[in-house]
């Protein structure tokens, strides 16, 4: 029930996306993206392991600086390539 | 139930919470440095602060008969100053000594960057050089993987024991990095980010119970002093065991910090 619930917690809200104009800004497609990580996850992750995977940096260098102290919740970068 | 907060930003909180938590069996509570919800404007407000965790916190969490540690540094989110930052670590020599201090933490990374890494390769040799035992904390979100591997890498060239390193805020994919490598793994429990009290579980049962802990890292922001234990009562309608229970959130975290020579219960 609980899995259920949260289910369509997420399927309202990409019914909440889609009924409003505008363009979505770069986390929404690496929420779709991580949604069909977790529905294929590659040999060897598990699903949880493949959605951190979708959302997460893969570059291997420091920053040249912070910018800003937070966190988004996806990289920017992973989804524009 | 019995059990250590190992991991919790009290400067944040109500003496209504260090109440809360001592009638759920808190015996232990230990305060790593960090942010405070905002950046310090000098050297002098981190004198301030850590007069604040090694006096002041420790006789707060007395008056409920709680035990308090504090681990010192600067934090990583303030830490890209680097010039600010070496003058507050000027500071840490003064306060080793103090009593409840278990060694240099929580160090690590926010954004991954240059000026970050190198305040936290600082602190590494700091504790090297005090003896001290390290806690680490790993970004937040999409910079974790990352952040991870970099502190795991530095780490490495800096040639610690390993035995006396608690790297903290492990999910799913960066539990296996920290725990393979033989590092302890520290598992925090948010309502909205890191780890749900089923989530950690899943990770406990996926990876093991060796070298691991939990914690609230209850702070400044939407978090849950009472999360440790209301994860302890999710394993056990899980039908764990009560000795695994209590390994996990007693023993686990008694046997890390006992490497700490202030450490006592």
Same mark, same amino acid.
């Given at each position: ?20 104009? =505008? ?20 040999? =060897? ?21 912070? =910018?800003?102290?937070?966190?988004? =919740? ?8 | 139930? %019995? ?9 944040? %909180? ?63 989110? #303030? ?6 930052? %070496? ?5 840490? $020599? ?12 929580? !160090? ?12 936290? #390769? #600082? ?11 390290? /806690? ?12 991870? %591997? ?20 492990? #999910? ?49 922001? !939407?978090?849950?002093? /009472? ?5 302890? /009562? ?7 065991? $009560? ?23």
């Amino acid at each position: 029930m609980d899995a259920r619930f949260k289910l369509l917690e997420i399927a309202s809200f990409l019914d909440r996306v889609d009924r409003h104009e =505008g363009e979505a800004d770069f986390r929404h497609p690496a929420f779709m993206k991580a949604l069909q990580a977790m529905q294929n996850p590659p040999e =060897g992750t598990t699903r949880a392991q493949a959605v951190h995977l979708a959302f997460s940096d893969h570059s291997t260098e420091p920053a040249e600086s912070a =910018g800003i102290q937070f966190a988004y =919740g996806a990289h920017k970068e992973e989804v524009e390539s | 139930m %019995r059990y250590i907060e190992p991991h919790a930003h009290m400067v944040s %909180r109500t003496t209504a919470d260090y109440q809360a938590i001592a009638q759920v069996g808190c015996e232990a509570l230990c305060e790593p440095a960090f942010w405070a919800g905002f950046d310090r404007a000098s050297p002098q407000g981190f004198y301030d602060y850590y007069r604040q965790l090694t006096e002041y916190e420790p006789a707060r969490a007395a008056k409920f008969g709680i035990k308090h540690f504090c681990w010192l540094c600067i934090n990583p989110k #303030e830490a890209e100053d680097p010039v600010f930052a %070496r003058e507050v670590m000027a500071l840490i $020599p003064d306060f080793i000594n103090k009593p409840t201090v278990l060694g240099i933490g929580e !160090i690590g990374l926010n954004k991954n960057t240059k000026n970050e890494l190198a305040i936290f #390769e #600082e602190h590494v040799e700091l504790a090297k050089k005090y003896d001290q035992a390290i /806690l680490i904390h790993t970004p937040h979100l999409e910079d974790k993987l990352k952040g991870t %591997r970099l502190i795991l890498d530095a780490l490495e060239n800096a040639n610690v024991d390993r035995s006396r390193v608690i790297i903290d805020h492990v #999910e799913e994919h960066t539990a296996p990095l920290v725990l393979d490598q033989g590092y302890w793994a520290g598992m925090t429990l948010y309502p909205e980010s890191k780890c749900s009290p089923a989530r950690a579980i899943d990770i406990l049962e996926t990876f093991g119970m060796e070298n691991i802990w939990m914690n609230s890292a209850c702070d400044w922001g !939407i978090s849950d002093p /009472l999360a440790v234990i209301k994860t302890a /009562l999710e394993m056990k309608k899980r039908q764990h065991p $009560p000795g695994i229970i209590d390994k996990v959130i007693f023993e686990n975290p008694k046997n890390f910090l006992s490497q700490c020579p202030n450490f006592k219960l």
